[in-house]
């Protein structure tokens, strides 16, 4: 069966330090990663994608994630944080088989940034 | 419209009671799709439409829900006889295009509203 795995719950983080969200993933076919974030009272928003190509891809908000497939790993990484970047981040895969389609998501990671 | 727009944004009903939740997709969106986030977990699929057709209603926990989207745009999410163990956030999602578009997932971005929160008392 198809799962994500985000293994931090919390993350506390200074602002101007660098971050690293981890995601691991199980699924049996090529996979269609996502990174989303959410802020109180907002929708999910779409950070970034992996599809295929290049493993290192850029996102808005200065994000970018690195799919490593012998970890079956997307991790997201920011080289220096915001305050605004204090959200919950989570991690997803795309799962499309029969004549369905869904993401598959993590539980998620909270971000804490201190000023 | 701009985005995808769910109504209402908060909902507290009694335990026993119907409940229809709205989403209205991004136009020109034909795929649409139903999730629930329970409290500290990640969004979980409930349902999928491909224009007015029900694919996937895999995820329904029960007969107790149901959802529709009867001309190919706004879908209601109904859940029947709410149980306290109902409470949770309903996201509902759109996007582009569904199995028909180039790859499934080419242009398969979900666009996600801000979800309705249903408290049942």
């Known amino acids: 069966a198809q799962s994500v795995t985000q293994p931090d719950i919390h993350i506390t983080v200074s602002e101007g330090a660098s971050l690293e969200l981890r995601c691991n993933y199980s699924?049996?076919?090529?996979?269609?990663l996502f990174w989303y974030v959410q802020s109180p009272g907002q929708g999910l928003q779409l950070l970034l994608k992996?599809?295929?190509?290049?493993?290192l891809v850029q996102g808005i908000k200065g994000f970018e994630a690195e799919f490593k497939r012998s970890q079956s790993s997307f991790n997201l990484r920011k080289p220096s944080v915001h305050w605004s970047d204090a959200a919950e981040y989570f991690c997803?895969?795309?799962?499309?088989?029969?004549?369905?389609?869904?993401?598959?998501f993590g539980k998620g990671t909270k971000l804490t940034v201190n000023p | 419209g701009a985005g995808v727009s769910q109504s209402p944004r908060y909902k507290v009903t009694k335990r026993g009671q119907d409940v229809a939740l709205r989403c209205d997709p991004i136009?020109?969106?034909?795929?649409l799709y139903w999730y629930r986030q329970a409290l500290g977990q990640g969004p979980e699929f409930l349902t999928y439409?491909?224009?007015?057709?029900?694919?996937?209603k895999s995820g329904l926990p029960n007969d107790r829900f149901s959802a529709e989207r009867p001309e190919g745009s706004i879908s209601t999410l109904t859940i029947q006889r709410t149980e306290q163990r109902d409470s949770a956030m309903y996201r509902c999602?759109?996007?582009?295009?569904?199995?028909?578009?180039?790859?499934?997932?080419?242009?398969?971005?979900?666009?996600f509203g801000a979800g309705t929160r249903l408290s049942v008392l």
């Open positions: 992996y599809f295929s190509g290049d493993t």
């Open positions: 997803a895969v795309g799962v499309a088989q029969g004549g369905s389609e869904k993401l598959v």
């Open positions: 699924y049996g076919a090529t996979p269609y």
């Open positions: 439409f491909n224009y007015e057709a029900q694919q996937d």
């Open positions: 999602a759109s996007s582009l295009a569904g199995r028909k578009g180039v790859g499934p997932w080419a242009k398969n971005i979900q666009y």
């Open positions: 136009s020109g969106h034909v795929s």
